[in-house]
């Protein structure tokens, strides 16, 4: 025994309650549980149905592809706001970090990847798309380093493009719209290829300034 009385020791001389480290726990759980990650589960979940509604009775039924659209819809609808809500209101998670990409490629790929499997989107369209994105998502890794590149206008453009053409392919569209998502996917492939192309260039830009800054510290 020191003889001295815990409270001039600096404790309070009461052991914690029960419950604190519990509810601590509960509280940084519960964090993982708020409305950004919440929307990115729902368009991770969306992923299969979406993938069964498009292919359900052969690929070619007009009311399964409208649901298809549906689906898909919604998921672009989640992937606007739930990075929104994250920066916005500091929701910003680990979990949502890792699972946000993944959910945006998991859709747009299987959306892109049946189409073409029902010849209704050349492959080679797929191969593009789905290899730029692949190709920069292992370039940021490359970087990361020295820095994240922030998303340009022409990326969100490029977003929007993808989103709006696969949307017009899923649905079963005839006569000038058939014709329109034709236009609409060209536009989003030459934005795929120039911002890919941009982010190569700005990613290597990034890692030449942050090797100099390292030998300048040396």
């Keep these: 025994m020191t003889g001295v009385p815990a409270s001039a020791a600096g404790g309070t001389g009461r052991r914690p309650a029960p419950g604190a480290k519990l509810g601590a726990a509960a509280v940084n759980q519960a964090s993982l549980w708020n409305i950004a990650n919440i929307l990115t589960m729902i368009r991770l979940v969306l992923v299969p149905g979406f993938v069964l509604l498009l292919l359900a009775d052969g690929g070619y039924d007009p009311v399964w592809r409208a649901l298809a659209w549906a689906a898909f819809a919604v998921a672009m609808i989640t992937d606007i706001f739930d990075g929104h809500l994250a920066r916005t209101y500091n929701l910003v998670t680990d979990f949502g970090k890792i699972a946000d990409p993944i959910a945006d490629k998991a859709i747009m790929g299987s959306a892109l ?71 609409v996917m060209a536009l989003a492939v030459v934005l795929t290829v120039v911002t890919g192309l941009d982010y190569i260039r700005q990613a290597v830009v990034l890692r030449r300034a942050g090797l100099a800054e390292e030998r300048a510290e040396r």
């Design 113 to 183: 990847i049946c189409l073409s499997y029902l010849g209704d989107l050349p492959w080679w369209v797929t191969g593009v798309i789905l290899g730029r994105e692949l190709g920069i998502t292992l370039m940021r890794f490359w970087v990361i380093r020295y820095g994240v590149i922030p998303a340009s206008r022409g990326g969100k453009l490029k977003t929007l493009a993808q989103g709006t053409a696969v949307g017009m392919y899923v649905l079963a569209l005839t006569g000038p719209l058939a014709t329109l998502r034709f236009w």
